[in-house]
């Protein structure tokens, strides 16, 4: 599985660049992205643009990684489904529990709107 990995300031964008997603592979990813929660910089972006096909069982993990990102207050959006890979969430019902953004843009803004969140929590928590 071919993955471009670029590092911004507050997330890391990944990009899956192979047309298939498996489970096998998506169990693979899956155990990478969590590495990132070890780091400062915690939050993700998933660029799925080149994936036009994924097993049930790929999206299953990746809902179980996000959820596990959320627990440990980060960000993980997915953006940029091909109309394929989303028609195919939607029929498993699986689109409704993923964060999902058009763009990689819209997938920034959300984190950041995350981000903001989190701190206002933090504020409360402290007051």
Same mark, same amino acid.
């Given at each position: 599985?071919?993955?471009?990995? =670029? +590092?911004?300031?507050?997330?890391?964008?990944?990009?899956?660049? +192979?047309?298939?997603? #498996?489970?096998?592979?998506?169990?693979?990813? #899956?155990? =990478?992205?969590?590495? /990132?929660?070890?780091?400062?910089?915690?939050?993700?972006?998933?660029?799925? %643009?080149?994936? +036009?096909? !994924?097993?049930?069982?790929?999206?299953? #993990?990746?809902?179980?990684?996000?959820? %596990?990102?959320?627990?440990?207050?980060?960000? /993980?959006?997915?953006?940029?489904?091909?109309? #394929?890979?989303?028609?195919?969430?939607?029929?498993?019902?699986?689109?409704?529990?993923?964060?999902?953004?058009? +763009?990689?843009?819209?997938?920034?803004? !959300?984190?950041?709107?995350?981000?903001?969140?989190?701190?206002?929590?933090? =504020?409360?928590?402290?007051?």
């Amino acid at each position: 599985m071919k993955v471009k990995t =670029d +590092t911004k300031e507050k997330f890391h964008a990944i990009s899956v660049e +192979t047309p298939q997603l #498996s489970a096998n592979m998506a169990a693979e990813l #899956s155990n =990478d992205l969590v590495k /990132f929660l070890q780091s400062s910089n915690r939050n993700i972006v998933l660029n799925l %643009k080149d994936v +036009t096909s !994924i097993d049930k069982e790929a999206a299953e #993990s990746l809902v179980k990684v996000q959820q %596990k990102f959320y627990e440990e207050n980060a960000s /993980f959006i997915v953006c940029c489904l091909q109309n #394929s890979v989303e028609e195919f969430l939607d029929k498993e019902d699986l689109l409704e529990l993923m964060n999902v953004t058009p +763009t990689e843009s819209e997938a920034w803004d !959300i984190l950041q709107m995350e981000e903001i969140e989190r701190e206002l929590m933090n =504020d409360e928590g402290e007051g």
